[in-house]
T-cell receptor, first 118, second 118 residues
Framework: GAVVSQHPSRVICKSGTSVKIECRSLDFQATTMFWYRQFPKQSLMLMATSNEGSKATYEQGVEKDKFLINHASLTLSTLTVTSAHPEDSSFYICSGLQVALDTNYGYTFGSGTRLTVV | AQSVAQPEDQVNVAEGNPLTVKCTYS??????LFWYVQYPNRGLQFLLKYITGDNLVKGSYGFEAEFNKSQTSFHLKKPSALVSDSALYFC????????????????FGQGTTLQVKP
């Protein structure tokens, strides 16, 4: 089945530094990648939607200059948290929408990244 | 406005007993409905989806869900719960595509923690 590989699974960084999270679709082409943020025992909050080769569309209240999203190819999307602060600590999850299976709405989720900013 | 509601924060059930996790939705038009399961510090795993056809959908790990249009519900069920079913469950909807305005976003419920006790 379809797999999205998300790395790193855990990262601890110092306040003020930047962190990059990668999501790769291993056996399908993801025309659209969704990036979510999840707080403990809460639902997923959509941060942005990115389409290959286009600028990402950010949800209201999400700072696009802080959360940089790149979707340069159909198999790779990255989220960079710039100048991270402790309040950015969270669980980040990506989800790829498959081209060929779009009519069946095949969403595949990465395994998530636990970001801790100290 | 589109929304998904999971009225129960937690559901407790004894192993071997049937379980139900409730979900209701509010979207324009006919929705595409999904159930996902999440284990601690992991991404979401797909359980089942309703697109069209039979209202009773069978999915992974013995789970099933019934689409009820009149009650706008899509409750998740399993005849006999296992301790290993203990996890966080999310219901989600995607509105059917209408022209170019549909981005494929999933709208998630707030999640229900299922606790199956031996």
């Amino acid at each position: 089945g379809a797999v999205v590989s998300q790395h790193p699974s855990r990262v601890i960084c110092k306040s003020g530094t930047s962190v990059k999270i990668e999501c790769r679709s291993l056996d399908f082409q993801a025309t659209t990648m969704f990036w979510y943020r999840q707080f403990p025992k809460q639902s997923l909050m959509l941060m942005a939607t990115s389409n290959e080769g286009s600028k990402a569309t950010y949800e209201q209240g999400v700072e696009k200059d802080k959360f940089l999203i790149n979707h340069a190819s159909l198999t790779l999307s990255t989220l960079t948290v710039t100048s991270a602060h402790p309040e950015d600590s969270s669980f980040y999850i990506c989800s790829g929408l498959q081209v060929a299976l779009d009519t069946n709405y095949g969403y595949t989720f990465g395994s998530g990244t636990r970001l801790t900013v100290v | 406005a589109q929304s998904v509601a999971q009225p129960e924060d937690q559901v407790n059930v004894a192993e071997g007993n049937p379980l139900t996790v409730k979900c209701t939705y509010s979207v324009s038009g006919n929705p595409y409905l999904f159930w996902y399961v999440q284990y601690p510090n992991r991404g979401l795993q797909f359980l089942l989806k309703y697109i069209t056809g039979d209202n009773l959908v069978k999915g992974s790990y013995g789970f099933e869900a019934e689409f009820n249009k009149s009650q706008t519900s899509f409750h998740l069920k399993k005849p006999s719960a296992l301790v290993s079913d203990s996890a966080l469950y999310f219901c989600a909807v995607r509105e059917r595509a209408h022209g170019s305005s549909n981005t494929g976003k999933l709208i998630f419920g707030q999640g229900t923690t299922l606790q199956v006790k031996p």
